[in-house]
């Protein structure tokens, strides 16, 4: 559909300017009408070159950090709520944005809203850096009157979201570090340091105890296949990455796999609760239908196998069940999440129930990702302390042998 650029008139005689989509000139009138403007000009916007267009979004398109994000709902917030209209508060967010692919979207954003489209609507036809679930919570935003709150409610979502990710980062430092750390210093043993001592020992034909025998058929197997080695630590994640892309059943499977691991099963349990949770609550809160909230939240849980119970879940209720039953014929619900959600029901506060899950969860995350990496670093220390002590014994005591049979 073709875009024109007009110019006309408000009823306070005052001249507005702008751009709007429509068939032809008569429908740009109509719709100006609408808006009440009577149009003065009217000229087709021929705009850019399909490539050079193409070319631009492609520049463009990149998903800002979420903290350009949080701020924009920021001043959305405090805007709205002051009165200040929808076009200047969306200009005044472009202006104080420092990423330019965030600040181009804006613009076009404004655009839209200038022409007469709903702010969820231009976000729909825009790039693809608002989710469907920042895009439903400001359509049932605007449609009940509550946008700032709406906006409020996203930050805050999206701030406990850069929490989650900033304490995961500060609790992985150290363990990443002294990781790396173990992984050279094996990979320098067994390539270059043990394979010296073991010409040396062979050559003066000394009796090897056991475990300066199992240290040199370890270095030697390394030797011998490292490039498989290498392989694991590149093309295998890389492989599994893939394949859970192309194959929904491998990327269940590998779900699965994470929620059953030792130390890291529990809390990616958690996590994927807790998104369900503070999804679940603040769409259910903003006035989404509970169908449709349950639908956005299938593809924000961080899990493809919850995200495919979630379907089921959907179905029971649309099916007449209550969602607490719904949500107990699955195991991957915990029990805490049922009682609540059921309280919520037979209360008829089902949007606090999910908000104290919520609550709970952001409480209880934090520590169990510290508490786990509390329990990851001593581990790592040890065993880099028991490689290393392995070590210096399979080489010390050949050479104490050596020095025994000299006297």
């Known amino acids: 559909m073709p875009s024109y650029g007009y ?3 408000d009823r306070s005689g005052r001249n507005v300017s702008g751009k709007m989509v429509a068939a032809d000139e008569v429908e740009l009138e109509e719709k100006l009408r609408g808006l009440g403007l009577w149009l003065v000009s009217a000229k087709h916007d021929r705009g850019e070159s399909k490539a050079k267009s193409r070319k631009r979004r492609r520049f463009f398109e990149g998903r800002p950090p979420r903290q350009e994000i949080i701020n924009f709902c920021t001043l959305m917030t405090f805007q709205l709520r002051v009165g200040i209209p929808m076009v200047t508060a969306i200009q005044v967010a472009a202006d104080d944005c420092e990423h330019l692919g965030f600040k181009a979207s804006l613009l076009e954003l404004k655009k839209h809203v200038e022409a007469g489209v709903l702010l969820w609507e231009a976000m729909e036809r825009g790039s693809k850096i608002f989710e469907p679930q920042f895009i439903s919570l400001v359509r049932a935003g605007e ?3 509550t946008l700032p709150e709406t906006f409020l409610e996203l930050q805050r979502y999206m701030e406990w979201q850069e929490q989650i990710m900033a304490d995961v980062r500060q609790a992985t430092i150290y363990p990443a570090v002294v990781l790396l750390v173990v992984m050279s210093l094996v990979m320098v043993l067994f390539t ?5 001592f073991v010409m040396l020992l062979t050559s003066i034909k000394v009796e090897l105890p056991l475990p300066t025998r199992i240290i040199f058929g370890v270095s030697d197997a390394v030797k011998a296949t490292w490039w498989i ?5 590149t093309v295998v994640p890389a492989a599994v990455a893939y394949g859970c892309k192309r194959s929904k059943k491998f990327a269940i499977f590998c779900d ?5 691991l030792p130390l890291f099963g529990s809390l990616n349990s958690m996590l994927a609760m807790s998104r369900f949770a503070r999804n679940l609550a603040i769409l259910y809160r903003s006035g989404v239908v509970i169908v449709n909230a349950l639908k956005l939240c299938q593809g924000l849980v961080g899990s493809v196998w919850v995200g495919s119970v979630l379907e089921d879940v959907v179905a029971r209720v649309e099916a007449g069940d209550s969602l607490s039953e719904s949500l107990r014929r699955h195991p991957v619900f915990p029990g805490l999440l049922i009682r609540m959600v059921s309280m919520g029901e037979n209360t008829g506060k089902l949007d606090d129930a999910l908000n104290n899950v919520a ?8 520590r169990k990702i510290k508490k786990i990496f509390a329990i990851a670093e001593p581990m790592l220390i040890l065993f880099l302390v028991g490689l290393v002590g392995f070590v210096a014994l399979a080489i010390f005591l050949p050479i104490l042998s050596l020095l025994g049979s000299i006297k």
């Open 7 to 9: 110019v006309g008139i």
């Open 143 to 145: 449609s009940s009157g």
């Open 192 to 196: 270059f340091v043990i394979p010296r």
């Open 229 to 233: 080695w290498l392989i694991g630590v």
């Open 256 to 260: 699965k796999v994470k929620f059953r």
């Open 359 to 366: 609550t709970y969860y952001s409480t209880i995350v934090p």
